[in-house]
């Protein structure tokens, strides 16, 4: 019997996303003569009149080398607590049951959510209100639990690393210090991994607030031992361990989200005022979440989006697709969403940076 089922893409775009939709559509028509409809902008495209699409096996031609995702993506406007504005003032109101009425108006019978933290945890929520959900782990900030890895995060690891080889050279030839500041708003994934990649000197992450008397001795120490640059990986959300993140926007500036950046600029002026050394400062931003995906993510994003069709065959729904290893496996959401994905600071990876002689701005103990 022909089924029909839906999927939206929510929270941050990142490479990958084209990749799912594709696989959905391909595994759900090729396989099974299912039919596809795509709703528009994440779950915004549920509230007030449903914003939808069908999706075709020629509307997801060519979209595998695509960054961004087709069907739009938003990190705002949650359902369950929806801005609305009224006599000048911001109201947030539930409006989870118009979104599952409109999902139902629209013949869908599961609804496949691609996303972080915040979309599967309102994926949740839907599939408690009678939704059936299925999710797919989406983020470069690589911050979810219940996988091995999110799709997206390879691509901007990668896009990282080479911006690191890059800024080596230039570093050298003007013998100064380069602070590269990455995303990673709660966990220095992408600092870590490509900070040991394109051989940083050292690097911050959230996970381990940082000392500036540590990080200004690992340059000194580099400089008497004939290296007269080094290169600096800050996490967005990196912090000195008397200090607190730098917030460019705040929550309530912002429609509840609140944006981050500054730390780099802040290191880098701290370096030069306690060390004379000159430096220069490079926000990566959203560069990492643009472009093509890596060909590990396309195979990742593929194979998460056909491991979603086969979830729902079976109506095994409240259920998230995961990499485990080398398989595609599932997990319960909640499992998911439960408490975020960040770097232990006693993990092997973080020991095997430090044994390659990178700081990780761990306070001296004098
Ligand atoms: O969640 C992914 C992420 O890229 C974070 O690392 C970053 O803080 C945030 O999204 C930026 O979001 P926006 O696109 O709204 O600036």
């Not at 599952?100 to 019978?109: D, I, S």
């Not at 999710?135 to 990282?160: E, H, M, Q, S």
């Not at 995303?183 to 911050?204: H, K, N, Y």
């Not at 409240?318 to 232990?344: E, H, K, P, T, Y």
Request: with cysteine; hydrophobic share 40%.
């Amino acid at each position: 019997m022909s089924r029909t089922i839906a999927i939206l893409t929510g929270g941050g775009d990142c490479p990958g996303l084209n990749a799912v939709i594709r696989g959905v559509v391909r595994s759900a028509i090729l396989e099974r003569k299912w039919r596809v409809i795509g709703i528009e902008d994440g779950f915004d495209g549920l509230v007030g009149e449903p914003r939808w699409r069908e999706l075709t096996l020629d509307s997801v031609r060519g979209i595998l080398p695509r960054g961004g995702t087709i069907l739009g993506t938003s990190n705002r406007g949650n359902p369950l607590a929806y801005p609305v504005e009224e006599n000048g003032e911001t109201r947030l109101v539930d409006l989870s049951s118009e979104v599952v009425e409109n999902f139902k108006r629209l013949g869908a019978e599961a609804l496949i959510a691609v996303g972080g933290d915040g979309t599967l945890k309102i994926a949740l929520a839907l599939q408690e209100k009678g939704m059936p959900m299925v999710g797919i782990p989406k983020t470069i900030d690589n911050d979810l639990r219940g996988t091995d890895v999110t799709f997206g995060y390879n691509t901007a690891v990668g896009i990282v690393t080479e911006a690191l080889d890059r800024l080596h050279s230039t570093a050298e030839s003007h013998h100064r210090v380069m602070v590269v500041e990455v995303m990673g708003r709660d966990a220095g994934w992408i600092a870590l991994e490509s900070g040991i990649a394109g051989s940083a000197d050292v690097i911050l992450i959230p996970e381990i607030p940082f000392d500036l008397n540590s990080v200004c001795d690992a340059i000194q120490l580099r400089k008497s031992r004939g290296s007269k640059f080094s290169i600096v990986v800050a996490a967005e959300g990196a912090f000195p361990a008397e200090g607190q993140k730098v917030v460019q926007v705040t929550e309530a500036e912002n429609r509840g989200v609140e944006r981050l950046g500054g730390i780099a600029a802040y290191v880098a002026d701290e370096i030069t005022r306690r060390i004379q050394i000159e430096t220069r400062v490079v926000v990566l931003g959203h560069v990492q979440r643009g472009g093509t995906p890596s060909p590990f993510d396309r195979i990742l994003g593929s194979r998460f989006g056909v491991k979603a069709v086969d979830l729902i065959e079976k109506d095994r729904y409240g259920r998230m697709v995961s990499l485990q290893g080398r398989l595609i496996c599932d997990v319960d959401i909640v499992d998911a969403v439960d408490s975020l994905n960040r770097v232990d600071p006693d993990s092997g990876l973080v020991k095997s940076a430090e044994a390659l002689g990178i700081t990780l701005g761990r306070p001296i103990l004098r």
